[in-house]
T-cell receptor, first 114, second 113 residues
Framework: NAGVTQTPKFQVLKTGQSMTLQCAQD?????MYWYRQDPGMGLRLIYY???????DKGEVPNGYNVSRLNKREFSLRLESAAPSQTSVYFC?????????????FGSGTRLTVV | AQSVTQLDSQVPVFEEAPVELRCNYS??????LFWYVQYPNQGLQLLLK??????LVKGINGFEAEFNKSQTSFHLRKPSVHISDTAEYFC???????????FGAGTRLFVKA
């Protein structure tokens, strides 16, 4: 089915380890986003890519880096994981960043940092 | 600055009863408004959106929402809920340039038999 695919679905890291969360969309969307979801806090934007070749910080970028590899793929990297990064991470895409298209979300990556 | 407040963190309701999930926003500019649903262990799915025009918006699964500019609200309603509607619902607002979308904290809807 068309949509947003995230890998892995679950991950446990030790403090200080690094990892990359992968995201790919097959809807030819221009814009892609990484959010984290924590209980009672809704979704908070980590980084976004308005179009291929561009990336920008969101609300909570510290401790993360991103790469827009091509139009389909947008990865999120944790260089040195911390317990505060325990969360559920969602990748999303939209046709463009403006004009009210709404987002298509992946099914999430549940990350635990011990 | 924009903000979104979902007034209820949890809403329990019996099956076949009506439900309203409340959302208020603040913004100094014109906005687009969205409701998303998240079923357990899944990503968010767009339920409906208001961009312009009629203030009553119909979405999937029998849900509808009404935009009230004077009260800065966008409440979600369903006349008769099913067990399968048990999920978390998120209200979101973006400025009409669409360059910043803010999500509310979510409302957990529990539908009881």
């Amino acid at each position: 089915n068309a949509g947003v695919t995230q890998t892995p679905k679950f991950q446990v890291l030790k403090t200080g380890q690094s990892m990359t969360l992968q995201c790919a969309q097959d809807m030819n969307h221009n814009s892609m986003y990484w959010y984290r979801q924590d209980p009672g806090m809704g979704l908070r934007l980590i980084y976004y890519s308005a179009s291929e070749g561009t990336t920008d910080k969101g609300e909570v970028p510290n401790g993360y880096n991103v790469s827009r590899l091509n139009k389909r793929e947008f990865s999120l990297r944790l260089e040195s994981a911390a317990p505060s990064q325990t969360s559920v991470y969602f990748c999303a895409s939209s046709e463009s960043r403006g004009e009210g298209y709404g987002y298509t979300f992946g099914s999430g990556t549940r990350l635990t940092v011990v | 600055a924009q903000s979104v407040t979902q007034l209820d963190s949890q809403v329990p309701v019996f099956e076949e009863a009506p439900v309203e999930l409340r959302c208020n926003y603040s913004s100094s500019v014109s906005v687009y408004l969205f409701w998303y649903v998240q079923y357990p262990n899944q990503g968010l799915q767009l339920l409906l959106k208001y961009l312009s025009g009629s203030t009553l918006v119909k979405g999937i699964n029998g849900f509808e929402a009404e935009f009230n500019k004077s009260q800065t609200s966008f409440h979600l309603r369903k006349p008769s809920v099913h067990i399968s509607d048990t999920a978390e619902y998120f209200c979101a607002v973006s400025n009409t340039g669409g360059f910043k979308t803010i999500f509310g904290a979510g409302t957990r809807l529990f539908v009881k038999a």
